[in-house]
């Protein structure tokens, strides 16, 4: 059991504690419900957190194994130009804060102060309704144990920009953190000696003109006096997003593509299922024709992902000659009488009686099964050994028996109905044109391809393998002259799913169920793509599951969420952090050890992402398309002085190489299809729990008075006596920036580092911090002053390399 520290113990008593709940307790809850029914990982876990050397994100801490607990830490939220979309975002801010979670918010679409309003009068601004939000995060309390984290964001070409970096001197918005978000083109204009001139504009409307120098030295003045605002690099951020942010195709499938939602087959048009729903794309997009061995047709856009047979994924443009895993359903079969006769009529009724009857031709010896079928269901045996029944029985159920048996195509009705109806029906139909051969093979005759792929995946849904063959036309030999045979398909099911089909879908007669026989085994065929070719552009829908897995049965093969490619508002990250301090043994760095944890790191992330609960259907569909994770790491000050390192040295940046190489490689080996896999997040709370410095800032200082919501805590440990210990503010700007610079160059994700400078520093030096962030390849940053303003860390005595006594 982890030996906790005071400052441990009373943060956990004030925070995280559920009522009733021991500490051991906290970490047996979190580790079950992250292990997902893994004995063994679960016992790893527990083992790992109870030593401080992994701990996940503070809303997993405080809400595993809560049903339907929120486990990620951070949210980006959406907002639009209207009243509507604002007190929407509002609600769902609320939200996520209620679940313990923080927001980050791009206000930019807002439109300025004084803009005229559709329906008269102008508006308050953007500054009116971010005082709204500060009110709300002031109010509300995150998961109800921590008051609300929220990111404000700005472009700088919005015309309340000037304003936006002033609102910190005036104390407002005090509950956010706020940013403005640059492209290469102003930071080029703000170090120009020119007078770089950016246009200050809305929906297309031009308010006026700044100097992007003179921007940049208002957020320079600003972060010098407050802290805020820091910058956001747009080009550098999207330069990691994999194309994700650029990408202009989207996976997404055409009307009348089948998709299996619980017990029903339903289109993905239909928009709503209970599993999943779908949405119309505004533009149309090029879909491609796969075509399978067992005759089986795709259509899929060309970067839709389906499942091979070993469980990886690969683009349809690239499925040519690859082995898809089959899409098979786990629906269930029933009886239905009314609809069995209906699949019977489909394969063989036919109109009589001037079009007032429907009438059936049947041996009744051989089928009495099917003879006293349809004798329950109201018809009667004529003189000449005919059944008939009057066509108004039916209604408009059996429209089809307008067309000829040949050009009968199976009704959308029978396709989307429930199993007990479908798996009738098919029995039906079955029974009117199936056979079963000697071998005990199964088939199904029809002369139009449309019924046979129908039935091809209504088959499929319930776990049914099939192929089918062409029949060519040949001449047939009767009493009254020789006829040309039409065009014909037989459906095909192997005789080693005989059983399977008889237990789900069987025949009406008995004569025809007892020739399936019995076979040992699996059933083992190959299901092929052996040909692709391009129907154009079309109308496509998209579609994304409400619950995990983030595929489905579609089309009859395994498929992926198709989602939106752009990293969209709506994202969330789920974060957790690996103590680096623990694996020095010796004063020597165990990469093997660290290598292993980081592994079990990951994993214990793309748990948290399945079983975590999300308040909006929005952001559950975001996670299921780029299931993004951040595995961070923490105690990197204290790892440094074990190991005799100081942190402005090159000794440093070679100790970050060091680790580097077993970070990234395990977070790859573990999380290959998540956007995101490693990212470097503030520990504040996690490094009290686990006794170590935060993240991988050098510590503050060699004791420490920091204040947090819980209240005040005293910090200092007997490692901080060391001679290699660097405090913040004895290392330079330009260091921590090499550091910073030097992480963010492993990262996929952002690296949150806070830039210290003295009090002595100058307006011109964090500004110069802004441009060689920018220079060096840093995705953000944030600068503090020493002095600037109340700050959570305030040094306790003059530390002059000794312990301070406190």
Known sequence: MLELSKNAVDLLNKRYLHPGESIEGLFRRISKAIAIKDDKFEKELYELM??????????????AGKKRGLLSACFVLPIEDSMNSIFETIKNTAMIFKGGGGCGINFSPLRPKDSPLSGGGTSSGVLSFMNIFDAITQTIKQGGYRRGALMGVLYPDHPEILNFCRTKLHRNLTNFNLSIMVRDDFMKKAVSKKDGIIKLIHDDKLYGTARAKDILDLVALSSWICGDPGILFYDRINKDNKGVVLEAVNPCQPKGSLLLDGELLRPIEAIYGDNWESWKKTNKEEVLELTCNNGLILKFTPSHKLMLEDGTWIEAKDSIG???????????????????LLGFLFGDGFKCGCGFGVSIKLNPEKEPEVASMLLQNGFHRQNSGAFYCNIKTFGDQIDFINFPLPNRILPDEFLYSDSIQSSSFLRGLFEANGSVNGHGQISLKATNIETIRKVQIMLASFGIPSWYIKNKPTAVEW???????????????????GQLFKEKIGFLSNRKSDKIKVFNGNYNSKLKVISIRSLGEMEVWDYSMK????????QGVIAANCGESPLPPYGACTLGSVNVSKFIENSNFNVERFYDVIKSATRALLHMNIIGHYPLTAIGKTMQDLNPIG????????????????????????????LSKPYVEATEDVAKDSFYKRVIAPTGSLSILADCSPSIEPIFARAFQR?????????????????????????????HLKIQAKFQSILDGACSKTINLPAEASVEDVKNVYINAWKMGCKGITIFRDSS???VFVPVGKCEGELCSL
Request: contains cysteine; glycine residues 8%.
């Open 547 to 554: 619950n995990p897995p983030n595929y489905n049965f579609c």
């Open 789 to 791: 303003i109340e700050g």
């Open 479 to 497: 009493k009254n002259g020789v006829y040309i045979s039409k065009e014909s398909y037989n459906l095909q099911i192997a005789p080693r799913v």
């Open 50 to 63: 109870t030593t401080g050397t992994f701990l996940p994100n503070s809303p997993c801490i405080r809400n």
């Open 322 to 340: 690859k082995s898809l895993k089959w899409g098979l359903g786990n629906r269930i079969g029933g009886v239905d009488n009314w609809y069995e």
């Open 631 to 658: 595995v961070g790491l923490m105690a990197f000050a204290d790892a440094l002085i074990m190991l005799g390192i100081k942190y402005d040295s090159q000794d440093c940046l070679d100790f970050i190489d060091l």
């Open 707 to 735: 204040n947090i919501t819980t209240g005040t805590i005293l910090e200092t440990r007997n490692l901080y006596s060391s001679e290699y210990v660097r405090t913040a503010h004895e290392v330079s700007p330009e260091w």
